[in-house]
């Protein structure tokens, strides 16, 4: 399949934030993003349940995922969400279909889950690295967007990020990392394999945007290279998101401030 390459090559990695502005945003966001998910939850508003929240972070090795989960979460009570991150399967998930081990992370209505990795590693790095044969990668497309939908028409609003940097901003950071003890954790060996097939991951990403993005839960793409503005673009998008999900899901959507 021929693939044009198009929303990472015009994705705009100059662009910088700065830090007044970052935390005049980061905070009026944050703010406004925990007044969605009580209405959501039920904590404010009527008092009714309404749609959960599934938010899905992919993206580039150290683009910022971590930083901008961070954010995304920091003004929540920790009883109001769940972080899961997902690795390669274990021997017992791999006896089911490849979709099953995510479905108890999926929230339920009032419920809010952040995704660090998905389900779309299969048409990733289980592509890429031959962890799935092609026709298993070939046909999780189509059996990935049937999964969202469900989910999304039952009442879950999915909030899908991808998150990219150069890869001289990616070399950087994977050096800072293995220079300080603390970080040093976050890199790996695969991390540095993996930039040796740069080209066939972004081959991938885009062929995975192009068949995966639908009207119940679009890609949005930003720019990690700047992390000020990355956190702030990533929760200025997951508003707009929620936003449009409590309308679709006849939800209303509280004005903003907390006079309500």
């Not at 995704?115 to 048409?123: A, E, H, K, L, Q």
């Not at 949005?220 to 990355?230: C, M, T, V, W, Y």
């Amino acid at each position: 399949m021929s693939i044009t390459m198009g929303r990472l090559d015009s994705l705009d990695l100059k662009q910088r934030l700065a830090r007044k502005e970052y935390e005049e945003r980061l905070t009026a966001a944050q703010r406004r993003l925990l007044q969605l998910r009580l209405h959501a939850g039920g904590q404010m508003g009527s008092g009714e349940l309404g749609p959960g929240l599934l938010f899905v972070f992919e993206g580039s090795d150290a683009a910022g995922k971590g930083g901008a989960i961070k954010r995304l979460v920091e003004p929540l009570d920790p009883r109001h969400y769940q972080v899961s991150s997902f690795a390669k399967p274990t021997f017992d998930e791999k006896r089911h279909p490849f979709l099953w081990r995510f479905y108890p992370y999926v929230p339920g209505l009032g419920g809010m889950s952040v995704f660090d990795r998905s389900w779309y590693g299969r048409v990733l790095v289980e592509r890429i690295e031959g962890f799935a044969t092609t026709d298993q990668w070939s046909r999780a497309y189509e059996e990935i967007v049937q999964f969202e939908r469900s989910n999304a028409l039952e009442g879950v609003i999915i909030v899908k990020c991808w998150l990219q940097i150069s890869a001289e901003e990616q070399l950087r950071r994977f050096e800072d990392r293995e220079h300080d003890p603390l970080r040093r954790w976050k890199i790996t060996e695969e991390d540095w394999r993996n930039r040796t097939k740069a080209s066939e991951y972004l081959i991938a990403a885009e062929e995975m945007f192009e068949r995966t993005d639908h009207e119940l839960a679009p890609w949005d793409i930003i720019s990690g290279e700047n992390k000020r503005l990355a956190r702030v673009q990533v929760l200025e998008m997951a508003i707009h998101r929620v936003e449009q999900g409590m309308v679709r899901w006849g939800t209303p959507v509280p004005a903003v401030g907390f006079g309500a």
